[in-house]
Every structure is written in structure tokens, then in C-alpha cells.
């Protein structure tokens, strides 16, 4: 029996591609990358102070991105607002809820995270089933939970004269601001101290022991600015700057 030497070559070039005389060329999936096991964290700046723990309230700067390098998301920008987080309540995914403890102001952390502590296996707008995802984070404002309904009053200037107390009128000026931005202002605002005329509980009481020509800033957490409703102020701590300016009656 004769072979004729064309089919044969023929034949040896159809093995080595995959496939069978008279047949189609097999098919093999494009190997796959792992998913990682379990949430990867990296300071990669150690910040200074308390360390964030579950409950406190944080605002961050971060970037997210696949682990193709692709950002989803970012606030990283020009006039990025920090987002805000009381950590360890649900409010975000798992991943961020165990990643960001431990963290210090003005630290900077990266959080490789599992799909399973992240959007799973439906995954999210942008987001693919199953991506493990990479954020990097920076700490910007911390707010620890014991703070979170007490309103901190600091003089940054004294006045003269006698000091304000409870039930007293006053006229002052003020100038609040979040996040370095002026959201409202006030003149010769007249407030009797006590008597609940403010929205912000104890606001007014924050006034007692100004002097005239005094300037004092009042630092007022997310818990009792909320009910101020304003969509600038947001879930940001607010700073009021406020002026004596004198007594009324």
C-alpha cells in the first residue's frame, strides 16, 4: 500500500493545529486569573492621631479600579468633595468596612478586595460580575463615634467686656463653612440664648462666655447639622464662625 506523501503532511499539519481530518479546529478557553481569597491592606502613608474604628464617621478621597488597571470610579478631582462613611454600619461594601480600620488622618491605604466583600457575583454599574477590585484611600476628616452629638466651641478671638450667659440676647455674625467651602452666612443675626430659636440643638449655648468683638468657631457634627436639610453642608462637619457683635434686648 502506497501513502501518498501530500495527504500525509496534510494530516500531520491538521494534528498539530487540533483537529481531525474531515473535522473542525477544538476551541480552548483563554486561561483565567485567580481571584484573590481574602482582603489585601497597605498603608502606604501612615497618617497621625486615633485610629479610625468601627462607628466613627470618615470622609475620604479614593480611586477604584479593576484589577486590569481600569478606573470605575474616582473623587479624586478638581473640587472633589470627600465622601463621608460611619464605618463598620452597612453603608458600603464589606471590604470597605474591614479595610478602613486602623486607618489615621491623613493616612493613605490601599484595599485589594475580594469580589465577595465587594459587589459579588452580579457585581455593579461599571463593574462586572465577580471583579475583585483595587481602591486606593486618603483619610481626610475623622469623627470619632463618643464626638459624633457634641458641638466643640474654640475662641479664636477674646473680647472685652461681660460674658454672655444664658438667657441673654445677642447679635452676632457668622460664617459657616464645610469641607473649606462657605455654605451660608449671617448679619446681625439676633438670638436669645435658651430659648430654642436656632435649628441646631444647643447652638446657642455654644455662644455663652463670648465677649463683645470676640470671634469663636463652633464645630458642629453631621448628627445635629442634618436637620439643617442644606444640600451644600451634606453630611460634612460644619465650622461657624461666629462674631459678637453686641447685646439686645
Known amino acids: 500500500m502506497r501513502i501518498n506523501p501530500a495527504f500525509l503532511f496534510a ?5 498539530a493545529a487540533g483537529c481531525k481530518p474531515g473535522g473542525s479546529a477544538t476551541t480552548t478557553n483563554a486561561p483565567q486569573i485567580p481571584h484573590i481569597k481574602e482582603l489585601d491592606i497597605k498603608d502606604t502613608v501612615v497618617g497621625k492621631g486615633d485610629p479610625v474604628e468601627r462607628g466613627d464617621d470618615v470622609w475620604v478621597l479614593y480611586t477604584g479600579k479593576l484589577m486590569s488597571g481600569k478606573t470605575f470610579d474616582t473623587n479624586i478631582k478638581e473640587g472633589g468633595v470627600p465622601f463621608h462613611v460611619t ?3 452597612g453603608q458600603v461594601i464589606k471590604g470597605w468596612d474591614q479595610g478602613l480600620p486602623g486607618m489615621k488622618l ?11 466583600l465587594a459587589y459579588g457575583e452580579k ?9 475583585d477590585l483595587v481602591f486606593d484611600v486618603e483619610l481626610k476628616q ?20 461681660r460674658e454672655v450667659k444664658d438667657g441673654d440676647t445677642v ?6 463653612k464645610a469641607n473649606g467651602e462657605e455654605f451660608d452666612t449671617l448679619k446681625d443675626g439676633k438670638i436669645k440664648i435658651g430659648a430654642d430659636e436656632v435649628k441646631i440643638t444647643s447652638f446657642d449655648k455654644a455662644l455663652i462666655g463670648m465677649k463683645v468683638g470676640g470671634v469663636r468657631d463652633i464645630t458642629i457634627p453631621p448628627m445635629l447639622t442634618r436637620m439643617l436639610g442644606n444640600e451644600k453642608l451634606g453630611m460634612n462637619v ?9 447685646f439686645g434686648k
Not at 493613605?108 to 478586595?113: A, E, F, M, N, P
Not at 457585581?123 to 471583579?131: D, L
Not at 447679635?171 to 459657616?176: E, F
Request: proline residues 5%; glycine residues 16%; positive net charge.
Open 11 to 15: 494530516a500531520l499539519v491538521m494534528v
Open 87 to 89: 464605618v463598620g454600619t
Open 106 to 116: 491623613g493616612g493613605k491605604r490601599k484595599l485589594t478586595i475580594p469580589y465577595m
Open 123 to 131: 457585581g455593579n454599574q461599571g463593574i462586572p460580575p465577580e471583579s
Open 142 to 161: 475623622i469623627l470619632k463615634k463618643k464626638d459624633a452629638g457634641i458641638i466643640n466651641a474654640n475662641d479664636v478671638k477674646v473680647g472685652t467686656g
Open 171 to 176: 447679635i452676632i455674625d457668622y460664617v459657616a
Open 238 to 246: 460644619g465650622v461657624w464662625t461666629v462674631t459678637l457683635k453686641g
